[in-house]
């Protein structure tokens, strides 16, 4: 099973709107609508921001919006905020009980 | 409230096994899967494996079959990770994770604080 790619890094400066793109395959992303989004500041356990595609967990911000188009999915942060600077992961069940891990993006605030 | 709480840092020899613990606390420990996830140096997270607390089936990582088994104990609230024949590359940080609900396919909402496993002769 293969990551999911995500671009190394995206920034953008603080207030803007910024989307993390997610490409799989047919066998996880594009067969489920269950994507989830993780957000993991270095030294801290990894934080579930959005599952199911688009669906936001208690407590989470609406700054932050999922969506899926074939293949890919997305994450959307709108109103970026200094506080957002972390790695962020998508995540995809792939089938059989198995779930596969994207690349990993790297957010900075400028 | 929900809190995972993994065993302390470990270093091993490689060929030699490790176990990680995860004590859970704040829910009802049998209605919700559990995951391992792990991370190393320099890299992204990996899915490890699952396994259902309700009833043991596990299903793991296609490159770790063989290697690794997951256990959970219900009358401590514990979940195990265990990796057996080490090699260099399988150090890590490795987190449990509690699964949305009992199924596999669902996401993980709340994390361990991470084990880091080392693996140096």
């Known amino acids: 099973q293969s990551a999911l790619t995500q671009p190394a890094s995206v920034s953008g400066s603080p207030g803007q709107s910024i989307t993390i793109s997610c490409t799989g395959t047919?066998?996880?992303?594009?067969?489920?609508?269950?994507v989830s989004w993780y957000q993991h500041h270095p030294g801290k356990a990894p934080k579930l921001m959005i599952y199911?595609?688009?669906k936001r967990p208690s407590g989470v911000s609406n700054r932050f919006s999922g969506s899926t188009s074939g293949n890919t999915a997305s994450l959307t942060i709108s109103g970026l905020q200094a506080e957002d600077e972390a790695d962020y992961y998508c995540?995809?069940?792939?089938?059989?009980?198995?779930?596969?891990f994207g690349t990993g993006t790297k957010v900075t605030v400028l | 409230q929900v809190h995972l709480v993994q065993s302390g840092a470990e270093v091993k020899k490689p060929g030699a096994s490790v176990k990680v613990s995860c004590k859970a606390s704040?829910?009802?420990?049998?209605?919700?899967?559990f995951s391992w996830v792990r991370q190393a140096p320099g890299q992204g997270l990996e899915w490890m494996g699952w396994?259902?607390?309700?009833?043991?089936?596990?299903n793991y990582a296609q490159k770790l079959q063989g290697r690794v088994t997951m256990t959970t104990e219900t009358s401590t609230s514990t979940a195990y990770m265990e990796l057996r024949s080490l090699r260099s590359d399988d150090t890590a940080v490795y987190y449990c994770?509690?699964?949305?609900?009992?199924?596999?396919?669902?996401?993980?909402?709340?994390w361990g604080q991470g084990t880091l496993v080392t693996v140096s002769s």
């Open positions: 047919s066998s996880d992303v594009g067969s489920y609508n269950l």
């Open positions: 396994i259902s607390v309700a009833n043991g089936n596990t």
């Open positions: 995540c995809s069940y792939a089938g059989s009980s198995t779930h596969v």
């Open positions: 199911e595609v688009s």
């Open positions: 704040g829910y009802t420990f049998t209605s919700y899967g």
């Open positions: 994770a509690r699964n949305h609900n009992e199924f596999s396919a669902s996401p993980l909402d709340y």
